[in-house]
């Protein structure tokens, strides 16, 4: 049994007029603990198959389980990373990074200090009082991070969470999150059309072209490559 299973998924969008088919005919797995890259240009459904296995939206077709489960909005083990941060501009960093933790009722001196911590792994640290916009890009992204894992999700989706970096900036944050990422054996699947981005982070790529969106080929990346 993988850890994601997808089945022959498909999916349609209606609108009174017109009805596009997003994806046909999906199917793959994937194992816990790896990184996987949805690379392909815009419109060939990589954001609709990240809200089918997200529980936010249902596939018209085929079955798909997460840890054995189908996957629902109320999924809390499913952490995001998204182009914008979406930190709450008028907390702080540390009131922010602890909200998911309060939300589920799990905020405790221990996943607290386990928070708190991995902000300094990730070169955070001293920044627990400012606000975000005291921030660069790159140091809110990194506290995105830090707010996505504080919760321990069993899933990552990163949805071009680099997109609105810098070059230097981007290439340096890419390295950081698969490094902790693998460290930290989590699960992960990033969006990206940027096929460098792909290579240098996952361990098998997922080329999808479409219309309607299809996955055309899978890589496997051999780790001299990243
Ligand atoms: P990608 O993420 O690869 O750019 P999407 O999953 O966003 O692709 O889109 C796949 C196809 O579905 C495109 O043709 C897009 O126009 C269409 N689509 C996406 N979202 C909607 C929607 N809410 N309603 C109607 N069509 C949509
Ligand atoms: P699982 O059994 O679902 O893989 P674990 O509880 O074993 O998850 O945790 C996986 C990793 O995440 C461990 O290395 C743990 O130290 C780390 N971890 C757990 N909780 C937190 C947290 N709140 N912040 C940062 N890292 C955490």
């Known amino acids: 049994m993988s850890f994601i299973e997808v089945e022959q998924v498909g999916h349609h969008y209606f609108t009174?007029?017109?009805?596009?088919?997003?994806?046909?005919?999906?199917?793959?797995?994937?194992?816990?603990?790896?990184?996987?890259?949805?690379?392909?240009?815009?419109?060939?459904?990589?954001?609709?198959?990240?809200?089918?296995?997200?529980?936010?939206?249902?596939?018209?077709?085929?079955k798909i389980r997460i840890d054995q489960q189908i996957p629902d909005q109320d999924a809390n083990f499913i952490g995001y990373m998204l182009q914008q941060d979406y930190l709450f501009p008028w907390k702080t960093i540390e009131e922010n990074i602890l909200l998911g933790l309060k939300i589920n009722g799990r905020l405790s001196s221990k996943t607290k200090q386990s928070a708190l911590s991995f902000l300094n792994q990730i070169g955070l640290k001293g920044v627990n009082q400012q606000k975000p916009q005291q921030l660069s890009g790159g140091m809110r992204q990194r506290a995105a991070l830090a707010r996505t894992m504080a919760v321990n999700p069993k899933l990552l989706l990163l949805d071009e969470p680099f997109s609105a970096l810098d070059y230097q900036t981007k290439l340096k944050l890419e390295d950081l999150v698969a490094e902790i990422l693998k460290a930290y054996g989590k699960t992960a699947i990033l969006v990206t059309h940027d096929i460098g981005e792909a290579i240098s982070m996952s361990d098998r790529v997922f080329l999808f072209s479409g219309s309607p969106g299809k996955i055309h080929r899978i890589f496997n990346i051999p780790k001299e490559l990243r």
Not at 20 to 43: R, W, Y
Not at 46 to 61: D, H
């Open 16 to 62: 009174p007029s017109t009805a596009t088919v997003a994806l046909e005919d999906v199917s793959f797995t994937i194992q816990k603990g790896e990184f996987i890259s949805f690379l392909g240009p815009s419109g060939c459904g990589k954001t609709t198959m990240l809200s089918i296995l997200a529980g936010l939206i249902n596939p018209t077709t085929g």
